[in-house]
């Protein structure tokens, strides 16, 4: 497995700002993903970072309101925009190694409070 | 489109107790089945996997066995401890979905001392 880590492990926003998380993995991985996980809920999935190209964004997620990089191998940021209570959740960055296809690591999560 | 229903929780149980955890599954073709595990305040973990029908997977003193015949892919394990209170998720991987996961709703489970 690698090992990953998100920054900012937590925080609290006010409404209409943005905040922008990072995930960083220790090995070069093949696939980096985005989910969320609202309170009391199992994760959904954002959207897939691609690397050097545009995110994917899965059904009911924008790119206005999540842009999402992915400048290289080992890392990614995504961005929650114009913030609202509604937000508030976990976002947790997963990645997929290469020989290891279909299995999911995960990052250990920003606690994110919208007020 | 590819699913997973799980056990509708919270479970409660005493230490060494079994623990069964139902999980059940929706696809086309034949996915890869997974455990995650997400401790208090913590993100999620591996717990184990099966990549194909009859195989089990095993970890921690926890085991799951890749049913075909019943599309299931239940949790056990035989005595459980307090530091198992966790949520405790079941996936799934498939072709059919670019290989993204699917996850259930999760079920709680506390141990009492």
């Known amino acids: 497995s690698a090992v990953i880590s998100q920054k900012p492990s937590r925080d609290i926003c006010q409404r209409g700002t943005s905040l922008t998380i990072q995930c960083q993995v220790d090995?070069?991985?093949?696939?980096m993903f985005w989910y969320r996980q609202q309170p009391g809920q199992s994760l959904t999935l954002i959207a897939t970072?691609?690397?050097?190209?545009?995110?994917?964004?899965e059904s009911g997620f924008v790119i206005d309101k999540f842009p999402i990089s992915r400048p290289n191998l080992t890392f990614s940021t995504l961005t929650v925009s114009n913030m609202s209570p509604e937000d508030s959740s976990i976002y947790l960055c997963?990645?997929?190694?290469?020989?290891?296809?279909?299995?999911?690591?995960f990052g250990p999560g920003t606690r994110l409070l919208v007020l | 489109g590819d699913s997973v229903t799980q056990m509708e929780g919270p479970v409660t149980l005493s230490e060494e107790a079994f623990l069964t955890i139902n999980c059940t599954y929706t696809?086309?073709?034949?996915?890869?089945l997974f455990w995650y595990v997400q401790y208090p305040g913590e993100g999620l973990q591996l717990l184990l996997k099966?990549?194909?029908?009859?195989d089990k997977g095993s970890n921690k003193g926890f085991e799951a066995t890749y049913r075909k015949e019943t599309t299931s892919f239940h949790l056990e394990k035989g005595s459980v401890q307090v530091s198992d209170s966790a949520v405790y998720f079941c996936?799934?991987?498939?072709?059919?979905?670019?290989?993204?996961?699917?996850f259930g709703a999760g079920t709680t489970v506390t141990v009492r001392a």
């Open positions: 997963s990645v997929e190694m290469a020989g290891l296809q279909e299995t999911q690591y």
């Open positions: 090995s070069q991985v093949t696939m």
């Open positions: 970072a691609n690397q050097g190209s545009e995110a994917t964004y």
């Open positions: 696809a086309t073709g034949y996915p890869s």
């Open positions: 099966a990549t194909k029908a009859d």
């Open positions: 996936a799934l991987s498939a072709s059919s979905n670019d290989y993204k996961l699917s």
